[in-house]
């Protein structure tokens, strides 16, 4: 067990919804980092947010928006849903001082 | 951007035997490089890591190894054994203070035949 946990571990839901998916860190971990892993992406990089602020962004599509709170955890927000967003979407944490990534179990969206 | 490759993408061997998985980097600034297995269900779970100011790194069974004048790393696991079977994927990022985006290979599915 990594430490970090996310909800709902499975989503099924139709083209055109919107969608949240919650991610909590390890405890003390100030950095959040979201991927979505898919068969034919593979893991990919999307956004990560540091102690509340956005601090590096990858191929993130403009539908799809992430924020973190004061208590640390974060959301990712999927709208607009399209059958391609159908994928395993990972959290994963790290502390300031090591930088490791711990991923969390992932949640997998299905689009129907 | 990085560009991070993994070879081969399958490989299978005996209990017991040694397991090399090879990977290729592109953007010489790159510092970091992790390893992770991801088992059937789970998320990838980090199993060790290298820093660019390290050649290689042990860890009981497992040990990386980094070239940074070929731009290539590698995981070896000696003694295999069938609960070593799973994905492996290499990633490489650049460490700058708290950013640390992780760029991964494609994995490659290891197979421990008992």
């Known amino acids: 067990d990594s430490g970090v946990t996310q909800t709902p571990k499975h989503l099924i839901t139709a083209t055109g919804q919107r969608v949240t998916l919650r991610c909590s860190p390890r405890?003390?971990?100030?950095?959040v980092y979201w991927y979505q892993q898919s068969l034919d992406q593979g893991l990919q990089f999307l956004i990560q947010y540091y102690n509340g602020e956005e601090r590096a962004k990858g191929n993130i599509l403009e539908r799809f928006s992430a924020q973190q709170f004061p208590d640390l955890h974060s959301e990712l927000n999927l709208s607009s849903l399209e059958l391609g967003d159908s994928a395993l979407y990972f959290c994963a944490s790290s502390d300031q001082m090591h930088n490791e990534q711990f991923f969390g179990p992932g949640t997998r969206l299905t689009v129907l | 951007g990085e560009n991070v490759e993994q070879h081969p993408s399958t490989l299978s061997v005996q209990e017991g035997d040694s397991a090399v998985i090879k990977c290729t980097y592109s953007d010489s600034a790159s510092n970091y490089f992790p390893w992770y297995k991801q088992e059937l269900g789970k998320g990838p779970q980090l199993i060790i890591d290298i820093r660019s100011n390290v050649g290689e790194k042990k860890d009981q069974r497992i040990a990386v190894t980094l070239n940074k004048t070929a731009k290539h790393f590698s995981l070896h696991i000696t003694e295999t054994q069938p609960e070593d079977s799973a994905v492996y994927f290499c990633?490489?990022?650049?460490?700058?203070?708290?950013?640390?985006?992780?760029?991964f290979g494609k994995g490659i599915t290891l197979s421990v035949r008992p």
């Open positions: 405890s003390g971990d100030l950095s």
């Open positions: 990633a490489a990022s650049i460490r700058t203070g708290a950013n640390s985006k992780l760029t």
